[in-house]
């Protein structure tokens, strides 16, 4: 039984050619950025447009770098050990909070960060402002711009790398002042030896305090079971003879024994938290100091055109469709058959597809 074309028979071609009203096909969507082609290219020119124009009108910057090796000189605490171990004293190693994470936290903490911004620097053009002048910030009071400054530093002027292997941090700053760059890079490095000298200092003076109570306390407890075993053996000269005292003296010499143990580990940590107290040994390595920038920072005009494309592109392809949404007719609307006359033309007008139709 054959099928009349003029009451809509199904025909191959016919039946592939007709698309569901709520259905798009790859070729429905060709053929939107194909009719639609002068608004994704008008998108894809003014966003490159506006890429280049931002790229060759910002201001200058210069970008400074400085690396270091987050722990303290390898001699130096080997000669501090080797020193040490001579009194009998242990002095512990760097831990966790030499390693590379730990500094690439500090150096985004508000602890550092605050201490930068507050500080004035000398910009040859300007003199001697405070950073917050010189980044421009208005805010109503000062708290508050010195808040913001801290965010400027943390999101835009300086970032840090660590090697994955080497454990070598990099800060870069990038301002529109090489002076500025290479002053602030230069705080880092002093507040990170600083900060941790502070902490590490108090923190000792703190165990040291506490390390000396528990000395005296542990002292005291020593002389008194000394005192027990002498008042023992002045009152027993000859205890041996008796199992009972035998056993009293090995107890009251074991008391001794212990007491001495628990002093003797005291004092040596007392030591140890005194020489703590007192060191200055780096905690840093500083491999790179920062250097004043030579010259501006490339534009990357290349990357801006770039940028410009895919933006532009994306934008065009969404403007494209919005306006296609709204010009194209609904179902039920004659002129939806000149829609699907169309897009038949366009499906034939294909090599590979026409012919398989």
Request: aromatic content about 6%; proline content about 6%; hydrophobic content about 45%.
């Amino acid at each position: 039984m054959t099928s009349d074309p003029q009451h809509g028979g199904g025909g191959p071609a016919a039946a592939t050619s007709r698309l569901p009203d709520d259905e798009i096909s790859l070729w429905e969507v060709l053929a939107v950025l194909l009719r639609r082609r002068g608004t994704i290219a008008l998108a894809i020119f003014v966003c490159v447009g506006l890429a280049v124009a931002y790229t060759l009108l910002r201001p200058d910057t210069f970008t400074t770098q400085a690396s270091f090796q987050p722990q303290g000189s390898e001699a130096s605490a080997s000669q501090l050990l080797a020193l040490a171990g001579q009194f009998g004293v242990n002095v512990p190693g760097g831990g966790d909070e030499l390693s590379p994470a730990f500094y690439a936290e500090l150096l985004a903490s508000r602890e550092i960060l605050h201490r930068v911004a507050a500080r004035s620097y000398l910009v040859e053009s300007r003199g001697t402002v405070p950073l917050i002048d010189l980044l421009e910030i208005e805010e109503d009071t000062e708290p508050l711009r010195v808040e913001e400054a801290i965010g400027r530093l943390r999101d835009d002027i300086v970032s840090i790398a660590t090697g994955r292997e080497t454990g070598i941090l990099t800060i870069e700053v990038t301002t529109e002042w090489p002076e500025l760059s290479t002053a602030i890079a230069e705080r880092l490095l002093d507040e990170i030896q600083v900060f941790n000298l502070e902490t590490r200092r108090s923190q000792a003076a703190a165990e040291r305090v506490f390390i000396e109570a528990r000395v005296d306390s542990a002292r005291v407890a020593l002389i008194t079971a000394e005192d027990a075993m002498q008042v023992f053996l002045q009152a027993n000269r000859r205890y041996e003879d008796s199992p009972e005292l035998t056993f009293q003296a090995e107890r009251l010499q074991r008391e001794i024994a212990r007491q001495q143990q628990v002093y003797t580990g005291l004092v040596q940590s007392f030591e140890e938290a005194r020489i703590a107290e007192v060191r200055d040994t780096p905690v840093i390595t500083v491999l790179q100091s920062p250097y004043l920038p030579p010259g501006p920072d490339d534009r990357s005009l290349l990357l801006g055109i770039a940028l410009g494309l895919v933006l532009g592109g994306m934008a065009g392809v969404v403007l494209a469709f919005l306006v296609e949404a709204v010009r194209r007719p609904a179902p039920g609307d004659p002129a939806r058959e000149d829609f699907q006359r169309a897009w038949d033309a366009l499906v034939r007008s294909i090599p590979l597809v026409g012919r398989a139709s």
